[in-house]
């Protein structure tokens, strides 16, 4: 949903005249990313791209940012919120403040290569038909990242819920991505009940459902570092948030025999990998590793043993 001003939150006065014509509207949320957010703002006011404006979320972070953004960055439409509200609602929080005709989401842990913007604002203009596109994201020692995907998660068991999308692209990364204010108008923002992870996935099937493609422009480069929100997670903590948000993507979206029989399988595995890692551990060389993966299918064993239809998926790993 689209929502402005709602919960405690703190906005700084702008700065940017509000009458200057803008052709797309920046939005970055940031939790504890003041070390990255730096590098992010530099090169988005580095790049030739003129008519934009830029809006920081800032999810109540305890380190430096705000006073960094207030400081350093006045040209910033900063809006401070006093408890951290996820990344889908704090994109809605400013969605209709919004005055470009293009909306382009990107991650503060990002560096955006010069004229990447404007790439992605004429591959937009040249493809009408297309509601949202992501550009190609590196490391920062330049190796490729994972940009988009062909396939939403658990597609293979689905029956007819996936029919009749427009193009073969179904998701992109939500870490940098460009799409039509209208079309984000029609569609009602992001859904507010994924937290962090299965948002980006949400919103491109539902921009298909409208009826619009989701593009790829690997001409336009943006460095990802990756990961920089959950740094402080434990594998538990991080496997279960992503194995819940893409639970909750299963039940909204696809018919109840189906999300069975994905739980099914998804029980199965994890009870044969469970078992097999346990065995082998004491033989393995990298057993941290190991370790990892034993941590991810007990989140799985246990979430896909737990899932309800009648009760909504635990805030919090527990």
Not at 18 to 45: F, G, H, K, Q, T
Not at 193 to 199: A, I, R, S
Not at 206 to 227: D, K, N, S, T
Not at 237 to 247: C, I, M, V
Request: neutral net charge; charged residues 25%.
């Amino acid at each position: 949903m689209i929502t402005e001003g709602e919960g405690r939150q703190m906005i700084i006065p702008l700065s940017a005249p509000e009458n200057e014509a803008v052709e797309v509207s920046v939005i970055i949320v940031s939790y504890n990313a003041a070390d990255w957010l730096r590098v992010c703002l530099d090169s988005i006011a580095a790049d030739p791209e003129g008519r934009k404006e830029v809006f920081v979320v800032d999810n109540a972070s305890a380190d430096e940012s705000v006073a960094l953004l207030k400081q350093s960055y006045s040209w910033v439409h900063l809006l401070a919120n006093e408890e951290n509200r996820g990344f889908g609602a704090a994109n809605n929080q400013v969605l209709a403040r919004c005055r470009g005709k293009f909306v382009f989401f990107l991650n503060p842990d990002t560096k955006v290569v010069a004229g990447s913007l404007r790439k992605l604002i004429s591959f937009m203009e040249a493809n009408p038909s297309i509601g949202l596109a992501g550009s190609r994201l590196i490391s920062p020692e330049e190796e490729p990242q994972e940009s988009f995907s062909n396939r939403y998660p658990g597609q293979s068991y689905t029956t007819t819920e996936l029919t009749g999308l427009k193009g073969s692209i179904a998701w992109v990364l939500g870490a940098s991505m460009i799409a039509r204010a209208e079309v984000l108008r029609q569609v009602r923002g992001f859904d507010e009940d994924f937290f962090l992870y299965g948002e980006e996935q949400d919103l491109c099937l539902r921009i298909r459902r409208a009826g619009y493609e989701i593009g790829y422009c690997p001409e336009a480069v943006v460095v990802h570092l990756g990961g920089h929100s959950e740094r402080t997670s434990t594998s538990l903590e991080l496997w279960t948030k992503k194995t819940r948000a893409e639970y909750q993507f299963y039940k909204k979206h696809y018919l109840r025999p189906n999300v069975e029989r994905i739980l099914r399988r998804e029980f199965i595995k994890a009870c044969w990998r469970i078992a097999t890692l346990n065995l082998s551990l004491p033989f393995v060389r990298n057993r941290m590793r190991a370790k990892e993966k034993l941590a991810k299918y007990r989140v799985i064993y246990k979430e896909s043993k737990c899932f309800s239809y009648e009760e909504d998926l635990p805030e919090s790993p527990g």
